[in-house]
């Protein structure tokens, strides 16, 4: 089975380096594949550069995709850690416009269930529920 190959990330910015020294490529199979094609469609609609992980060119985020369990960052049950949250930023755009453009576009962000607000970043998630996008 292929996994979902987003078009404007390369694996490293969802990955920890050390889970992507351990498994290289295919270490995006820990990603759930709504938040990838979402942040995807985020990209797309902003049209603008968009930072999850970028450790990669010396970048400070590297575990604001998925948080391995012997991660210190974030809450212990973080959805972070089964792979269906990001953390990220936009080049210009604040988070707070950010969140109010996909609350008022829920048909082109259809997986994007909860929001999390009060933070200076955006955090966007899948998780289970059927009215989203919610804040949080």
């Given at each position: 089975m292929t996994p979902y190959q987003p078009r404007h990330f390369i694996v490293q910015e969802f990955v920890p380096p050390e889970l992507y020294k351990a498994l290289g490529a295919r270490s995006i199979f820990v990603m759930d594949y709504y938040i990838v094609k979402m942040a995807?469609?985020?990209?797309?609609?902003?049209?603008?550069p968009m930072t999850i992980n970028n450790w990669k060119w010396g970048g400070k985020f590297?575990?604001?995709?998925?948080?391995?369990?012997e991660c210190k960052v974030g809450a212990k049950y973080s959805l972070h850690r089964t792979g269906k949250a990001i953390d990220f930023d936009i080049a210009g755009v604040s988070a707070e416009e950010v969140r109010q453009e996909i609350l008022n576009h829920p048909r082109l962000f259809p997986h994007i269930a909860a929001l999390e607000k009060g933070v200076s970043w955006v955090h966007a998630d899948c998780r289970c529920i059927t009215d989203g996008p919610i804040l949080f």
């Amino acid at each position: 089975m292929t996994p979902y190959q987003p078009r404007h990330f390369i694996v490293q910015e969802f990955v920890p380096p050390e889970l992507y020294k351990a498994l290289g490529a295919r270490s995006i199979f820990v990603m759930d594949y709504y938040i990838v094609k979402m942040a995807d469609a985020i990209r797309e609609y902003f049209g603008l550069p968009m930072t999850i992980n970028n450790w990669k060119w010396g970048g400070k985020f590297k575990y604001r995709g998925f948080r391995p369990c012997e991660c210190k960052v974030g809450a212990k049950y973080s959805l972070h850690r089964t792979g269906k949250a990001i953390d990220f930023d936009i080049a210009g755009v604040s988070a707070e416009e950010v969140r109010q453009e996909i609350l008022n576009h829920p048909r082109l962000f259809p997986h994007i269930a909860a929001l999390e607000k009060g933070v200076s970043w955006v955090h966007a998630d899948c998780r289970c529920i059927t009215d989203g996008p919610i804040l949080f």
